[in-house]
């Protein structure tokens, strides 16, 4: 059975919450755990809680709020950065400048930003038992994020470099279905001397991920699940909040 296919309710009650306002949401936290368990469905009840994040009014949620764009900012400047080395080494100057950063950079910072949403955002407001080990998500997380933020960009630099390079008549470069052996030994001779350097970027993505990934957790399962279970209260803030 197809998703669209699958009965509504549960998604349309979903909606529905997810359409509050912040001051409705601050008004009855206590209906919030009623209507949560009425979601079975992990991708609803994900979906639900989600919305409800993304308008949360107290400041608990920052790992939600801007983790995300953390992590698609620092995909972004190491892509910029790789392209730039390519560039530099293929003497491209003002060549095509701004369409090649722009495609390389933005293209790693969305699939970091979506990525990480759907592989480790989603399955830790499920709350479901597959991932019950902190540990275990934070790691996915880092290998989510060297895999969109560091090899995507080493792939593509150079094939976004080469394509620019091979665009211009005064530029000869083996084309790498003749000579592929030319093109990877040109690639690796270009790679060599930033051994260091990718090395410290490495680390840097699982750092970041790594971390972004425990504050998620902690702001969860300290802050968001007690509003969720009716253990705790959202209306912490100036009542100016609370107007309609």
């Known amino acids: 059975m197809s998703y669209n296919d699958e009965p509504r309710p549960e998604r349309e009650r979903a909606v529905q919450v997810i359409e509050r306002t912040p001051a409705q949401f601050m008004k009855k936290p206590e209906t919030i755990d009623k209507e949560l368990k009425s979601i079975t469905a992990p991708k609803h009840k994900g979906m639900m809680v989600m919305g409800l994040i993304s308008k949360w009014p107290n400041y608990d ?48 910072g969305v699939s970091s930003v979506i990525w990480h949403h759907i592989a480790v955002s989603n399955p830790i407001v499920q709350e479901s038992s597959r991932y019950s080990c902190p540990i275990c998500l934070q790691v996915r997380a880092a290998g989510v994020q060297l895999a969109t933020g560091l090899v995507y960009p080493m792939i593509f630099a150079p094939v976004v470099s080469y394509v620019v390079a091979s665009s211009f008549k005064d530029r000869h470069l083996p084309r790498i279905y003749n000579r ?65």
């Open 180 to 244: 592929p052996k030319d093109v990877l030994s040109y690639t690796t001779s270009v790679y060599k001397p930033l051994k260091g350097t990718l090395g410290v970027l490495a680390a840097a993505h699982v750092l970041i991920s790594m971390g972004i990934t425990y504050f998620q957790q902690k702001a969860f399962f300290n802050s968001v699940l007690p509003v969720l279970q009716g253990k705790d209260s959202l209306v912490k803030k100036p009542t100016h909040l609370l107007s309609d």
């Open 61 to 108: 949620v920052w790992p939600f709020s801007y983790g995300l764009g953390v992590l698609g900012i620092s995909s972004a400047a190491t892509a910029g950065f790789l392209n730039k080395t390519f560039r530099d080494a293929l003497y491209l100057d003002f060549r095509l400048r701004f369409s090649s950063y722009i495609g390389l950079m933005a293209l790693s």
